[in-house]
Every structure is written in C-alpha cells, then in structure tokens.
C-alpha cells in the first residue's frame, strides 16, 4: 500500500546547497524541484526517518553558467 502523508526530506548538497521537507499525498508519491544559480554539480538525495528510516541513491544534477549574450547587427551588402 502506498504510504501517505510520510515526510520526506530533499537535501542538495554543491553549489545550490538546501534542503526541503515534502510530504507524500495519497499514492505515495511526492516531488521536488529547484533552479540551480550557481554552475557546478550539485548531489541530491531523499531521506525519511518513520516508518523507519532509508535514504536514497543520490542523483547528479550540472548546472553550467550561461554564456555571453550575442550582439546581432544588421548586415548590408551589394550585389552586382
């Protein structure tokens, strides 16, 4: 049976550091999600401590740096 209502608690450990509580709704499941600001690899895992405590594997997330805006002109030519 799926366990409802079981806080669950994100924990993104790099660049991004947090740490969220999220709780299961009625089949069991929960999500998370987060926009990474600063480039680099940040490691994601879930724990719970009742019923008894687990924790996940740990997931990778990169995040890279954005790059620099282009400028674009107009172009003019003449053709014979």
Known sequence: APLAAAELLFTVAGP??????????AAGEA????????????????SAEAPFPITSSTAVALWVSAAAPVAVSGVRGEFF
């Open 16 to 25: 991004n550091a947090r740490a969220e509580s999220v709780v299961t709704d």
């Open 31 to 46: 999500s998370f999600s987060y926009t990474g600001t600063n480039a680099g690899n940040d490691r994601i895992s879930v």
